[in-house]
């Protein structure tokens, strides 16, 4: 301990004393060991942190897999049912809606609308959730006409309610009718993300319709792996083909998905690639630092002669470097760890909306001490990473050979030379790989930023709100609200055209079955049979965002409740279902199959409009029916109103500020309880939409630069140090007759060598690692030829400047001076 102690205080003194090294190399590592920290610590709450749940392990979202297309996490009532029968692998089952609720309170302060969530009454059980106050929901509490109780979120009884410990038994108004509050859930609780409170969701358990709008969250029996709950579901999916035909396709099962890795969503496999990238850099700055090593112990080669020379063993000499290159990782490790919290904000900004980890009050992304532990780790080890190399070198000095030559002329010879150049190989070869996957993602993104969405947001200016069922669960209702709202809102100066949706596109909507009049012969996947997105829109909805008609008609105000209903299909549906066939005056019968929701007089099908990118700009159009909210089957508005917001789409010149408060004012003459939910401008988010994908670009972006300036550093590092090796060679060659521009010659060939190995080795490993950027890439090929020509070319770039300022110095030799080197 006392050798160590003194090691330690040595190597301080000699730090201190080399402050240039120390600086940039501290910097180095701050810069780099930070990145992976702030990725790390995003990883660590999205992927790693256990769920703040009793064995969250345990905890299953069940999905239908079809191998073919894909898998849906929404289920229906009887597919929940099953999943309580006898030979499901859960203890407990638990469901909620796939989208929240809204609900309007009154009272104990101003008009508001809440998000909340209606859930199965085994909903905190099975998550294994007490709440802080009170209690959760009892099984008489779940059934149809059930008491109507209430569980508040933490945060909501704090803000609205002051945190009085008497609410658990007080009534409060929600959605114009009376509920009890029950319970107030713990902080950490927070499923679904956004929920502010729950209610039962009080379900018909003899429901058999095929309609899939619940999330089933499932807790293991006690002894069940994860490949064991998978043999039961699919052993169970077989039943449900037998004895409820038409729930379950054939192709089709039923699969457990760990609960994390579900809320993690596409999120997963992007965080991964980003951390191996961010690791990357990491190893580019241990190989930089490694060189500055290596030049550094060149120029100590005399004081390890001199120490030689006393008696220190080669080993000591070593453990003197290590001491120094671990001195240094910890303290950067330290400045990376207080960048990182710098940054963490910044990087949870770029996060898409659409992660329910990295949004919302369920995010908990901070340094806490599995992260501390990952940065010292990281740092123990890039530490002995570049420290290694210079050790060894410093154990295997030569004192005779040192102390024949001189002690100003030692150095680590040839072979330190050729090591430090393979060094900068790795160091460009990896920066390229980084180059070209960053390169492919910033031309993805601009390429769909390029994709025509199929309407036009700019101008258009967006108000969502949830209303009441009690209020508006009826048709006429409905219908009246919304004609009432549209004719005060046209009204306004500047107002061009005004409409209601059920759904934005690029947004979460219902999709609906439908059933083709005179060709559906029984088989839903048959040719008479067929499926699109489900849109309720009133007429202005196609001039607000400018949708083409391609034939027929649009909706008109005079398609309202009792009058023949119809429905304007897209040009996707048009070419899927009548395939060669003109669709106008056929008749579809929506929902056909559930008897609460289907349409009880067909459709016809009286216009076709240009296709929009409901799904988002990297998705194909799906097929779309819209029809107007007067003529939807009473099932559907409840369903609907119960759980979609309503949109209401302004185009209208002007600040967004101004005509929302405009239009705000016209919703409140109308129903002065009814609270606006969400202001959005329609621009904005077509921009969220792709919040993905900027994300892993501006990342894999910021990493790809931290690596170009790495390798730019590391390639003038080397060659300033060659060029100092070699400055009474240089002087010789001057002094004998070589031009200056045959010096810059010879060392730029030194050193663009040791680039253009570096950028063919980069080449090459970015071309393997295609395979795993190709599922970020959109709009071009993974192997896109100018993202494997820019990246090199810009390496190339930056190397060429980096040799050329070392090369201009070796011209500018002056041979006296030289000749007198030594």
Known sequence: MPALLDDVRFAIRLLLKSRGFTLVSLLTLALAIGANTALFSVVNAVLL???PYPEPDQLMQVVRLNKDHGRSASQSIAGYVWMTAEGSPFSRVSAHEQLLSGFSIVGDGLPERLPGARVTGSFFETFGTRPTLGRGFLPEEDVVGGPRVVVLSEGLWQRRFGGAPDVVGRSIVLNDEPYTVVGVAPATFAHPRGALLWTPLQLDLTDQADVNFLFVTGRLRPGITLDGATAMLRTLGGRVRTQSPGLLDEGQDYVPVELRTFLAGDLRQALWVLLGAVGLVLLIACVNLANLQLARAATRNREWVVRAALGAAPGRLARQMLTESL????????????????????????????SPLLSGDSTQVGIDGTVLGFTLGASLLTGLLFGLLPAWQASRTDLETALREGAQRTSLGPTGGRTRALLVVGQVALAVMLLVGAALLIRGFFALQDVQPGFDPRGVHVLRMSLPEARYGTLQALERFEAQVEERVRALPGVEV???????????????????????????????????????????????????????RLLTESDVAGSEPVVVINETAARRFWRGEDPMGQRIRVAHSVPALRDEVPRVVVGVVRDVREDGLNDEPPPVMYLAPGQ???????????????????RAPGGHAEVIAAVQREVWAVDAQQPVMETLKLEDHVARSLGSERFNMVLLAMMAALALLLAAVGIYGVLSYLVGQRTRELGVRLALGATRGQVVRLVLRQGLGSVAGGVVLGCAGALALTRLVSGFVHGVSALDPLSFIAA????????????????LRASRVDPIIALKYD
């Open 498 to 552: 005004v409409g209601f949706t059920s759904a934005l596109p690029m947004g979460a909507g219902p999709s609906m079955s439908f059933s083709i009049e005179g060709r559906y012969t029984g088989d839903d996947n048959g040719p008479g049979a067929g499926w699109g997105q489900y849109r309720p829109v009133t007429p202005g909805y196609f001039q607000a965002l400018r949708i083409g008609l391609v034939r027929g």
């Open 49 to 51: 942190r256990p769920l």
């Open 327 to 354: 001195l240094l990782s910890v303290l950067g490790g330290g400045l990376g760890v207080l960048l990182a919290s710098a940054a963490l904000p910044g990087l949870l900004s770029l996060a898409p909306d659409s």
């Open 632 to 650: 939807m089957s009473q099932g559907i508005t409840s369903l609907l109103v119960r759980m979609i917001p309503r949109n209401l789409l302004v």
């Open 792 to 807: 090199p070319l810009v390496l190339l770039t930056v190397g060429l400047v980096a040799t050329w300022i070392p090369a």
